[in-house]
């Protein structure tokens, strides 16, 4: 099993057409943005430009939370309203555009992977998923099978894995947890 920790501090921004976008990682690693080649990539961004059209990726999977606001958007024409940390699921070919300015939570999953999943928890989890993401929402202790992790807000933890060990999973506060099966 690979635990690796992603600070937020340390990721550096990159420009799309609303604002900033902060690539946390991209899987696997030799897989590229530009390219559309990943199974899986996170990130979060800065919604700054009203209105704003989101980068449509064809053959893509997405969930998206806002971290400081509700989210007024357009999904193919049909609006619709998302609450603070409310999980927002769509195709990410889909023409969505957003009428709210803030700082999101994006992660984008290839259509080939059929077994995904995001929440936010803040209990015991027990899992055994080949991909784990933890996403700090505020300051936290995230505690892996009794090993602690102290996190920030936005910072974010992802375990590999690949033997399908049981994980226990420990919260002190609301994290978003995600799972994703090859």
């Known amino acids: 099993m690979n635990i690796r920790f992603l600070p937020k501090k340390n ?17 696997p690693k030799t897989a ?12 979060s961004a800065t919604i700054d430009e009203v209105p704003s ?14 971290l400081d606001n509700s989210l007024h958007i357009e999904i193919n024409k049909e609006k619709k309203v ?13 023409e969505v555009t957003s009428y709210t300015k803030g700082i999101d939570f994006n992660w984008m999953i290839s259509e080939k992977i059929p077994h995904h999943k ?26 892996i099978n009794e090993k602690h992790y102290s996190l920030e807000p936005y910072d974010l933890l992802v375990i590999e894995n690949q033997e399908k060990e049981n994980v226990i999973l420990d919260f002190s506060t609301e994290c978003l947890f995600g799972m994703l099966d090859f």
Not at 11 to 26: F, M
Not at 54 to 63: D, I, L, M, V
């Open 11 to 27: 990721v550096t921004a990159s420009i799309w057409s609303g604002g900033l976008t902060y690539e946390y990682t991209i899987y």
């Open 32 to 43: 590229s943005y530009a390219d559309r080649d990943f199974v899986f990539r996170i990130s």
């Open 53 to 66: 059209e989101f980068t449509k990726f064809k053959g893509y999977y997405r969930y998206l939370v806002m």
């Open 82 to 94: 998302y609450e603070k940390y409310e999980i927002m699921e769509f195709n990410s070919d889909d």
């Open 118 to 143: 995001l929440e936010i928890t803040n209990g015991n989890q027990n899992c055994d998923a080949q991909i784990l993401l933890l996403f700090s929402l505020q300051t936290t202790v995230i505690t």
